[in-house]
């Protein structure tokens, strides 16, 4: 278990909410987005703005963020492979429940429920993994230039929403043209 990075953008530090129940604070702050935040045809470019906007409330158990995240979409069209830029807006909540026993001995190493809980760190909380989860869980699972993306030519490959009517006699596909000629000249 690697340890927090107090100065790493997606952790907070819930120090001064000081574990006492009812205690808030707003965080409001502008970070840039990690990796690969997103699916592979459809995500935030990395080191552009993430705008968070997220409230830290002390509970019994934990801390509880909520809030959402904003931040702007490149990738393209499952269909027709069209560069789109879009915009994302998630709304994030998490608890993240004080974890004292790594203090003491280690957590056990068995892979059990556990593993499903977000955990506070000396105080410190990681916004990274909820981001993450959070943007892929909005995206869509084939991004679409347009809902009624017609997609490509399956002849020629051109993209039919600029050319709808367009048809062929006969396949044009150059590859194929060459294989003619080869079997005319046999
Ligand atoms: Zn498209
Ligand atoms: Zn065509």
Known sequence: ??????????????RELGRRPGSQREVTRTVPAPAELGIEILAVPEGSPVDLDLRLEAVMEGVLVTGTARAALEGECARCLEPISDEIEVTLQELYVYDDRHDHHERNAGGDA???VSTLEDDLLDLEPLLRDAVVLALPFQP?????CPGLCTECGA???????????????????KLTGLQQDQ
């Open 1 to 14: 278990m690697t340890s927090l990075d107090p100065r790493a953008p997606l952790v907070l530090d819930t």
């Open 159 to 177: 993209r039919l929403a600029d050319d709808p009517d367009h048809t062929h006699d006969a396949p044009i596909d150059p590859r194929w043209a």
């Open 144 to 148: 679409l230039c347009r809902d009624d």
């Open 114 to 116: 556990d593993d499903e």
